[in-house]
């Protein structure tokens, strides 16, 4: 039952934090609106979005590293990428060679692998397509804007970057 409360609380206060963002609203009435639905979101879909320790971002640790990785990290490697197509798009001499690579990641909890796959596929010429398990190893499949090295490990940290190491440093 606790774990249930804290499900649901954490699930309102991440709703509550993103419809402040969203708004950027401060009136009481728009307040109120905002609690009364990430309540109900919360209520509603807290069993489906948290499976592990309910409070886990809200660790003095692990809210640093995602607040450092929000504002810094992430946009920093999504600058990079969007040069390197703007670059592609730009000058048609420039090599591409699409392919699909299969990198290996070293992360084990569900909610860092998909914020790895999701921060993949939001940086320009990068889509990841598959998470898959084999022996217990981590894998994506993702389509890349110019295959430089077909070398798994090589690719991957050439994708990846930084994000990997930051995400880890989250999701423990």
Not at 60 to 71: K, M, R, T
Request: hydrophobic share 50%.
């Amino acid at each position: 039952m606790q774990n249930k409360a804290l499900s649901v609380f954490s699930t309102f206060v991440l709703c509550f934090v993103m419809w402040i963002l969203f708004t950027l609203t401060f009136t009481p009435q728009e307040l109120i609106a905002g609690a009364v639905v990430s309540l109900l979101v919360a209520l509603f879909t807290a069993k489906y979005l948290i499976h592990e320790d309910a409070i886990h971002l809200f660790k003095p640790s692990n809210l640093i590293n995602l607040i450092i990785y929000v504002l810094f990290v992430f946009p920093i490697e999504l600058w990079k990428a969007n040069v390197d197509v703007a670059k592609r798009a730009l000058n048609p001499k420039l090599p591409i060679n699409p392919g699909i690579v299969k990198v290996p990641v070293d992360l084990k909890s569900e909610y860092g692998l998909a914020m790895l796959a999701n921060s993949i596929t939001l940086t320009p010429g990068t889509i990841t397509m598959e998470i898959i398990e084999e022996k217990g190893q981590h894998f994506f499949y993702i389509h890349w804007i110019d295959v430089a090295s077909r070398n798994s490990k090589e690719a991957g940290e050439m994708i990846k970057g930084k994000l990997e190491s930051w995400i880890r440093r989250i999701w423990k």
